[in-house]
């Protein structure tokens, strides 16, 4: 029998059918766990998470508009529930920087692939030279553009677009290495 | 990482959560419809007993007459029916019956997701027997 999609999941659901939510929960659960692992960097945290996020969900299940993403929902939730669980503990980290998020784009599902490789780009980004390190902490976790930047920093324009391209490719390269 | 665990503590509370809702459910229901049903029950028989009271059902006999007389008289009796009835009780007893119609409805509407609801749990509490015997 051809897997049933998200949707037919959570229409069968909503129609009382019990056992399509455990096969949204076995779908979901290590994608979401990796997701909020990876903020978290705490397992029993994490799956106490993933537990709320999918008993959230159930709860409201009659609510979800089947006609959206189910992927970039459930993340949405989690990523609220994780972000309540941080505040819970008085976590002195910025939660924008923790979730890598300065501006959190719709796809949360990709986001969070996306996230797999941050931690490196963290370490790699900390090899740098401070010039090239801030100029891509304000160009990517700031969100501000080149001009922006320049002005922050009192550099021409060029010179701003040049200092981020060279630690990019720096980046690259220590990240390239790293893998090897 | 292993996370059959996990599946299954997520369903443990999912379980529970709907099987509590699930008597909720019935629960409300089955207080909602007796509740208005024996509202309705009381105030009919008060109304009946008022009737009888004033001998008000005697002039529902004329239904049993000719033709030729009901045609006659019907509305003045219909309308003098009216005046003996009680009114505020009448309107009691209305309100509960449309309250109890429109509530056995919702509930026949909603009847086959609970079923649904109801054969899943039993699905899982099956499960976690055997889980627990084979323990």
Redesign the interface.
């Known amino acids: 029998m051809a897997e049933r999609t998200d949707k037919e999941l959570i229409v069968a659901i909503q129609k009382g059918d019990i056992e399509s939510f455990e096969n949204l929960v076995t779908r979901y659960q290590n994608k979401l766990l990796i997701f909020i692992y990876g903020v978290t960097h705490d397992k029993s945290l994490a799956e106490e998470i993933v537990q709320d996020t999918f008993f959230n969900i159930y709860k409201t299940i009659s609510r979800v508009d089947v006609e959206r993403k189910f992927s970039s929902y459930i993340y949405k939730v989690a990523k609220n529930i994780a972000i309540s669980y941080l505040r819970k503990q008085k976590n002195d980290l910025s939660l924008n920087e923790t979730f890598g998020l300065a501006a959190v784009s719709d796809d949360l599902y990709e986001d969070a692939v996306k996230k797999e490789n941050q931690e490196k780009v963290w370490k790699a980004l900390n090899l740098l030279e401070e010039k090239y390190r801030e100029v891509i902490k304000l160009y990517y976790f700031k969100d501000l553009s080149y001009k922006e930047v320049a002005r922050a920093l009192s550099l021409p324009l060029n010179t701003v677009k040049i200092r981020l391209k060279r630690a990019k490719d720096a980046l690259r390269r220590i990240i390239n290495y790293e893998k090897q | 990482?292993k996370?059959s665990k996990?599946?299954q503590?997520?369903?443990k509370?999912?379980?529970t959560?709907?099987k509590k809702r699930v008597i909720i459910w019935i629960l409300r229901a089955i207080v909602l419809v007796f509740g208005f049903g024996l509202i309705g029950l009381i105030v009919l028989g008060f109304v009946s007993q008022e009737l009888a009271r004033t001998g008000s059902f005697e002039l529902l006999t004329l239904f049993g007459e000719d033709k030729e007389v009901i045609a006659e008289f019907w509305q003045e009796t219909v309308l003098t029916f009216w005046e003996e009835l009680p009114k505020r009780e009448v309107f009691i007893l209305i309100f509960s019956l449309i309250i109890t119609i429109i509530i056995i409805i919702l509930a026949k509407k909603r009847w086959?997701?609970?079923?649904?609801?109801i054969n899943?749990?039993e699905?899982?509490k099956k499960s976690l027997n055997n889980k627990n015997n084979e323990k």
């Open positions: 990482m996370n996990l599946t503590k997520i369903m509370k999912v379980v959560f709907e086959p997701i609970i079923k649904r609801k899943g749990l699905k899982y």
